[in-house]
Structures are given as C-alpha cells and as structure tokens.
C-alpha cells in the first residue's frame, strides 16, 4: 500500500493505492532497435490500454535499450496479461532483433505522487 498526494484546487488530497508494476528491459543490436521498438508498439502497447487493471504502460527509450514499464492495479491483472501469450509472440518476432535476453523486474511501488500538470 502506498499514498499519492496531488494538488488540486490548492487543496492537498491522500489517496490510498494497491498496485504492482513491472518492467522488461530490452537491449537491441544497433541495427534492430527501431524495428524492435515498432514491433512492441504494435503488439503490446494497444492491446495493453484495453487490459483489465492496466493503470499505467509506458516505453522508454534510449538507442539501443529500451525499457517497458507497466503498472497495474494488482499482480493478479500483470499475470493475466502475460498469460494472453502476447509477450511470448513478441519475443518471436524480436529475438533476431536483440543483442541479449530480455530482463524482467517485478516491483511494489513505495510511492507515487503525480504533480498538477499531470492532469492536463
């Protein structure tokens, strides 16, 4: 469990969260990085912001790594997504793509806090 503070009004609201994300980074051979992050585009990220308890998918990225963060209201919705078998297609469709394996991290977050500007 954690808190979120966010400005609003002037007024400072607490908010209570249970939620669980996890990240996979992945290291493309210069040659496959923008195809790489093309192909996680189009396989994950839409299919993704229609998940069940998706609050949050994001992709960062810095030739040749990149970086996918998900966040989701509970564990049980992150397992369920990935037990569609899309990341496993994805991996298919990358794996000539990539310099090393990807690595998965599992996280509970300990806090969270979006500032004013995160609602506009």
């Known amino acids: 469990m954690y808190r979120c503070g966010k400005l609003d009004n002037q007024e400072k609201r607490t908010y209570t969260y249970y939620m669980y994300s996890a990240t996979m980074k992945y290291v493309f051979k210069p040659e496959g990085f923008e195809e790489g992050c093309r192909l996680w585009k189009e396989l994950i990220f839409d299919r993704a912001a229609h ?3 998706m609050v949050r998918m ?4 810095s030739a040749p790594v ?3 963060i998900g966040t989701w209201k509970k564990k049980s919705y992150a397992e369920a997504f990935m037990q569609t078998g ?3 297609e994805l991996r298919q469709k990358i794996s000539l793509l990539l310099a090393e394996e ?3 991290e599992h ?3 300990a806090e969270y806090c979006e500032g ?5």
């Open 66 to 68: 990149a970086l996918a």
């Open 116 to 120: 004013p500007a995160a609602e506009t």
């Open 86 to 88: 899309i990341f496993r």
């Open 107 to 109: 996280w509970e977050p």
């Open 102 to 104: 990807p690595v998965p």
């Open 58 to 61: 994001q992709f960062l990225k």
């Open 51 to 53: 998940a069940e308890g």
